[in-house]
T-cell receptor, first 111, second 115 residues
């Protein structure tokens, strides 16, 4: 069965510091993977996606993610965090018309 | 461009009352449509999805139902609300083909409080 795990519930980083949010998936074939961001009380916005090909994908707002099949991971990174990045981030796997969401990681940014 | 609308934005309903949440999509045809619930401090739970008019798949047994009377309209309903139905309800759409295939676009959500 497919599933997505985000092991970090909360992460706090200082503004300007680098960021890495972890995501592990369970799926038998090559997965379709996404990262979404949700600001408080809002809907979700797509940051980036991976279907196949280059394992390092670039997204909006300066985010990138790297697909590592050997580790079943799809971690999200940003070299320098801005205060406006404070939000909740979801890793998502797609399979046959359904999307499987991780439980989310809340990012706090210290000034 | 495509837009997705949800209403109402906020709703407070007593236990046992009926519910109707509406979602409409503009600017696209034959989208896949989804209803999610997000409980406080938790991730998104898929409730229903639809790949076409009148085609509804239910993911979680509950007292909620969904309908798709038109191509770009998706309705979430309940005959009698429970306290456990409180949460943030999100509607989303995606396409099964094209350059944006499988990308989901979310509405602004409805905050439902059952009292």
């Amino acid at each position: 069965a497919q599933s997505v795990t985000q092991p970090d519930i909360h992460i706090t980083v200082s503004e300007g510091a680098s960021l890495e949010l972890r995501c592990n998936y369970s799926y038998g074939a090559t997965p379709y993977l996404f990262w979404y961001v949700q600001s408080p009380g809002q809907g979700l916005q797509l940051l980036l996606k991976y279907f196949s090909g280059d394992t390092l994908v670039q997204g909006i707002k300066g985010f990138e993610a790297e697909f590592k099949r050997s580790q079943s991971s799809f971690n999200l990174r940003k070299p320098s965090v801005h205060w406006s990045d404070a939000a909740e981030y979801f890793c998502v796997l797609y399979n046959f018309n359904k999307f499987y969401f991780g439980s989310g990681t809340k990012l706090n940014v210290k000034p | 461009s495509q837009t997705i609308h949800q209403w109402p934005a906020t709703l407070v309903q007593p236990v046992g009352s009926p519910l109707s949440l509406e979602c409409t999509v503009e600017g696209t045809s034959n989208p896949n449509l989804y209803w999610y619930r997000q409980a406080a401090g938790r991730g998104l739970q898929l409730l229903f999805y639809s790949v076409g008019i009148g085609q509804i798949s239910s993911e979680v047994p509950q007292n909620l139902s969904a309908s798709r009377p038109q191509d770009r309209q998706f309705i979430l309903s309940s005959k009698k609300l429970l306290l456990s139905d409180s949460g943030f309800y999100l509607c989303a759409w995606s396409l099964g083909t094209g350059p944006t295939v499988y990308e989901q676009y979310f509405g602004p959500g409805t905050r439902l409080t059952v009292t």
